[in-house]
């Protein structure tokens, strides 16, 4: 298995003579969720959108798992945008199937949808509802069946933008746990998040990016400086009040 | 053969969800009403008048079509990626391993499918209306159309759904250098000046200097010949007879109308495959 998931060297990106990202150098290793934290415009959705071939960069270099350029590795890849606008008028059956067309090739040609779809809809949580329109789906779902059609070719790297923004506790709670659970699988995820009770929990590693550079990169417990016994004490009261609230809303087990 | 179904399969895919979606969309049943309305004024029309029944049926429901049709046209060419990219639903596509190439040839093909649709549909319900009328008239009939106006009017219906793909692929094409507003102006303007390619060669032919004749003549290379081939009007299907069609004239306007969108579609790939998506 490679060691590192993605290499970037050197990644600039402007907009009408605004720079947006400039020289970005950073390496995400394999397996571990890393964070791209930052203001909002500090460049995180930009860095995504870079490295995803969404938009294209002036200069820099993106290889994933070790060496890859993005297109021999794009059918390893899971991608959930910010706020994506998903087609309401398709079922979340109908949904998946287009992903899973798009995502043809010699290799995968012969899998079974319906297996696949029935693994990622109960691992979202979703396999009652695969026959409904998206339409009458809550926020909460919709992230879900996002989340699911980026988990349906079973990605090893998998890249998230805002995941957690506009979700109820509920909603959050379930993406933390399937995070982990993802990681545990080996699976690697990067997401940007404001969010920084989620960062803390979740994150090996974190990217800050300010104004479109790079302000820290690194273990986050090097960036929260965990030696700090107060800042250690208020972070497990944190959580301890959290799992309290979810025991109580019948949440957390 | 497996890779051509690989590289189709997405391509389907795409126009299948985006028809889908075209036709779930309320703009789309407006445009069909709106041609619906056309045609029902188009009969009514037709029956208020003394001698020129069919004649008036015929002229205003393909005039109805038909502005229905460019409107549709341009609009769809001149909205839809921006409209994809601004929801970011293109993101979440292109982040598959498909490539750019055959997303845009899937939106293109499903705004296609969705054109003809509508199109089609409204053809069909005004070549069924003039049948209608045709029929209750009977032998006692004050006019009647030409045998063969079947063909012609076939004749007619390609024309329209040509001319309409055509303007659709010209907008198609704008849309990935300006905003959707500029890019409809752009076609109509294009529009315009295809329409207008007879009146321009006239003045063009009164300048002395020669610099507008030169103009025109540039002009007329670079326009698609679109005022050339008359069969979409009531005086072509309602009294001329199949052999006064130029058919080498026609075929040239065929192949030329074929090269013009094979061409837009080719450089408006080429100009996505180079656009941010944001």
Known sequence: MSKLALRVEGLSKSFAGQSIVSDLNFQIPAGAITGLVGFNGAGKSTTLKCLLGIVLPDRGSVYFFDTHPLAEVKKEIGYLPERPQLPEFLNSHEFLKHHWNLSLNSENFADNFEEAASVVLKKVGLCEVRFKSLRTFS?????????????????????????????????????????KELKLAGVTIVFTSHSVSEMIELCDNILVLNKGRIAFKGALKDFLNLSNEAMAKALAEFYSIEAQFLQKLGLNE | MTNIKLYWLPVLSISRVLQKELISQKLTWGFLLTGIVLLFLSVFLGEISIQEKIRVQLHIGLFGINFVAMILAFTLGGFQIHREIERQSCALELVRPIQRSQWCLGQWLGCFATLMLLISTLLVLHFGTIQFVLQSQ?????????????????????????????????????????????????????YLACYWQSDLEFYARKDDEGFFRYAYEVLKWLLPPIDQLKVRNSHFIFNAGAESLNWTQGVLFLSLCFLWILVSFMLAELSFRRKDLV
């Open chain 1, 139 to 179: 926020k909460g779902m919709k992230q879900r069946i996002g989340i699911a059609q980026a988990l349906l070719r079973k990605p090893k790297l998998l890249f998230l933008d805002e995941p957690f923004s506009g979700l109820d506790l509920e909603g959050r709670f379930f993406l933390r746990t399937l995070l």
């Open chain 2, 138 to 190: 009977g032998a006692s009939g004050s006019l009647s159309l030409q045998a063969g106006w079947e063909f012609r009017y076939l004749l007619a219906a390609f024309v329209t759904l040509l001319e309409a793909v055509l303007f659709f692929t010209f907008a198609f094409l704008f849309s990935m250098h300006v905003r959707p507003s500029l890019s409809l102006a752009c076609t109509f303007v294009l």
